[in-house]
């Protein structure tokens, strides 16, 4: 094992009372690297030098068994491999903010997009004997459960999603994303000029049915005259990695009138506003982070899914030993948010925010959801 300099660093502030010794411990702990000479003075302390060199040593052998202790483990499993998505981005963050909170050794593992290739990593990272795994995605629903019974000693995270009958040693962790699909649709509402907004999503599920659902409620409550557009699905073999299709899915919603989109395609997210930047009154709500700088002056606002922070909140419950069987996170704890609503915003480049009195109704619904909770 390598005597690092933060060994010696801590072992100075041990003996730093001393006095003259600290040098002399340092010198003696690099090595045959000695800067410099021990001299009369030192060595006429024979007593003090010899008891601080044991205390050192015995110090030394405690940081040295200490680090020989290998962290634990951490993992992240993408359901596909690595590319844009913003959300799957942000399960890496996650995962790496949980391993410098609570000293861990964090990694990410990147799935082939097939049911093999992501068996084949919740394999490996078993081989790891990791404290905690963390997954994200539908993909994973029929594989996690099996493969968390055979490590009982494993905590597993299920993002988005649950399984039925899970075992003990699962939990799925959810967001109420109708919370902040509500005020999208209030915003949506409010500055339509056509009076027509809708939502693109990359599939349809009852949860993005939800959303849809909570998005046209809140454009009819902010605007009751407003006309909500079917929910758009981009669909195919993949959903939130299509640009084209998500393009080419947003020019037919503009045709039809609609202005403001809510798209929460992923990845697709880049065709939708393609389609958008090509119409000059049309506007956009993105989905999950702040996309407003990725066609400034066209993004009104974005729902923002702080995936990192309900990982960092599950894993610290989990390493006190509280066990779930399921977690939701909303507006409430911080897991979403609208960008305009954020300690940020002045710096968001949204469109949203040269609205003051837009801004005003946002904080007030916002204030009223979360009191409900």
Same mark, same amino acid.
């Given at each position: 094992?390598?005597?690092?300099?933060?060994?010696?660093?801590?072992?100075?502030?041990?003996?730093?009372?001393?006095?003259?010794?600290?040098?002399?411990?340092?010198?003696?702990?690099?090595?045959?690297?000695?800067?410099?000479?021990?001299?009369?003075?030192?060595?006429?302390?024979?007593?003090?030098?010899?008891?601080?060199?044991?205390? *050192? !040593?015995?110090?030394?052998?405690?940081?040295?068994? @200490? =680090?020989?202790? /290998? +962290?634990?483990? $951490?993992?992240?499993?993408?359901?596909?491999?690595?590319?844009?998505?913003?959300?799957?981005?942000?399960?890496?963050?996650?995962?790496?903010?949980?391993?410098?909170?609570?000293?861990?050794?964090?990694?990410?593992?990147?799935?082939?997009?097939?049911?093999?290739?992501?068996?084949?990593?919740?394999?490996?990272?078993?081989?790891?004997?990791?404290?905690?795994?963390?997954?994200?995605?539908?993909?994973?629903?029929?594989?996690?459960?099996?493969?968390?019974?055979?490590?009982?000693?494993?905590?597993?995270?299920?993002?988005?999603?649950?399984?039925?009958?899970?075992?003990p040693n699962?939990?799925?962790?959810?967001?109420?994303?109708?919370?902040?699909?509500?005020?999208?649709?209030?915003?949506?509402?409010?500055?339509?000029?056509?009076?027509?907004?809708?939502?693109?999503? *990359? !599939?349809?599920?009852?949860?993005?049915?939800?959303? @849809? =659902?909570?998005? /046209? +409620?809140?454009? $009819?409550?902010?605007?009751?005259?407003?006309?909500?557009?079917?929910?758009?699905?981009?669909?195919?073999?993949?959903?939130?990695?299509?640009?084209?299709?998500?393009?080419?899915v947003a020019?037919?919603?503009?045709?039809?009138?609609v202005d403001?989109?809510?798209?929460?395609?992923?990845?697709?997210?880049?065709?939708?506003?393609?389609?958008?930047?090509?119409?000059?009154?049309?506007?956009?709500?993105?989905?999950?982070?702040?996309?407003?700088?990725?066609?400034?002056?066209?993004?009104?606002?974005?729902?923002?899914?702080?995936?990192?922070?309900?990982?960092?909140?599950?894993?610290?419950?989990?390493?006190?030993?509280?066990?779930?069987?399921?977690?939701?996170?909303?507006?409430?704890?911080?897991?979403?948010?609208?960008?305009?609503?954020?300690?940020?915003?002045?710096?968001?480049?949204?469109?949203?925010?040269?609205?003051?009195?837009?801004?005003?109704?946002?904080?007030?619904?916002?204030?009223?959801?979360?009191?409900?909770?």
């Amino acid at each position: 094992m390598k005597i690092t300099t933060n060994h010696t660093r801590l072992l100075a502030m041990y003996v730093s009372d001393t006095r003259g010794d600290q040098t002399m411990l340092l010198s003696a702990l690099r090595f045959n690297n000695i800067s410099k000479p021990i001299t009369e003075s030192d060595s006429a302390r024979p007593d003090r030098w010899l008891r601080s060199l044991h205390l *050192a !040593f015995l110090l030394l052998c405690v940081l040295l068994v @200490a =680090e020989s202790h /290998a +962290a634990d483990k $951490i993992i992240y499993i993408r359901p596909v491999p690595m590319n844009e998505d913003p959300l799957l981005r942000l399960g890496t963050t996650g995962v790496n903010q949980a391993a410098l909170m609570y000293g861990m050794e964090a990694s990410t593992l990147a799935s082939q997009p097939t049911r093999e290739g992501r068996q084949q990593q919740l394999d490996a990272a078993l081989k790891q004997n990791p404290k905690v795994v963390v997954l994200l995605g539908f993909e994973f629903k029929e594989l996690v459960a099996n493969v968390a019974r055979q490590a009982p000693n494993t905590r597993f995270f299920l993002l988005e999603h649950c399984v039925d009958n899970a075992p003990p040693n699962l939990t799925c962790i959810q967001f109420r994303e109708t919370e902040a699909s509500y005020l999208a649709g209030i915003a949506a509402g409010l500055t339509s000029h056509n009076g027509k907004v809708g939502m693109i999503a *990359a !599939f349809d599920t009852p949860v993005r049915r939800q959303n @849809a =659902e909570a998005f /046209a +409620a809140g454009a $009819i409550a902010a605007k009751p005259t407003i006309s909500v557009y079917d929910p758009q699905w981009i669909g195919g073999e993949q959903p939130f990695n299509d640009p084209a299709r998500g393009e080419q899915v947003a020019k037919a919603m503009l045709a039809a009138g609609v202005d403001t989109i809510f798209s929460t395609a992923a990845v697709s997210n880049q065709g939708v506003f393609r389609a958008v930047a090509a119409q000059p009154k049309a506007r956009v709500i993105g989905h999950p982070v702040n996309q407003c700088r990725v066609l400034p002056g066209k993004v009104l606002d974005n729902v923002e899914v702080h995936l990192d922070i309900a990982i960092l909140l599950a894993v610290g419950e989990a390493l006190r030993g509280t066990v779930r069987e399921r977690m939701d996170f909303g507006l409430r704890e911080g897991a979403l948010s609208m960008t305009s609503l954020s300690p940020d915003a002045a710096l968001s480049e949204c469109e949203i925010t040269k609205e003051r009195a837009l801004l005003l109704k946002l904080r007030e619904a916002k204030k009223i959801i979360i009191s409900r909770k």
